[in-house]
């Protein structure tokens, strides 16, 4: 029998909150003949939730998503992935 330890990740809620939002977000703005990841960028980078359009409540979801910390886990996600 192995006596090493295995490791077991449960994912994290907000996480698969997030996935959810930016996967409804991204579909609502293609949806709309925008360019989704033009568009979600500008609105992490001014805050300006014009960038986003309010088809589908997208605009209400991504204002859920504290942006820093999404930031943070797109840097983190991009370096270690």
Not at 17 to 22: A, C, H, Q, S, V
Not at 45 to 60: C, F, M, Q
């Amino acid at each position: 029998m192995d006596d090493n330890t295995r490791k077991f990740n449960v994912p994290d809620e907000k996480d698969t909150e997030t996935k959810r939002i930016l996967s409804q977000v991204y579909d609502a703005l293609s949806k709309k003949g925008y360019n989704p990841i033009n568009q979600i960028v500008g609105y992490l980078l001014s805050e300006d939730p014009t960038y986003i359009t309010n088809y589908n409540n997208a605009r209400g979801l991504i204002r859920r998503i504290d942006r820093d910390e999404l930031m943070q886990e797109l840097v983190r996600s991009y370096l270690f992935n």
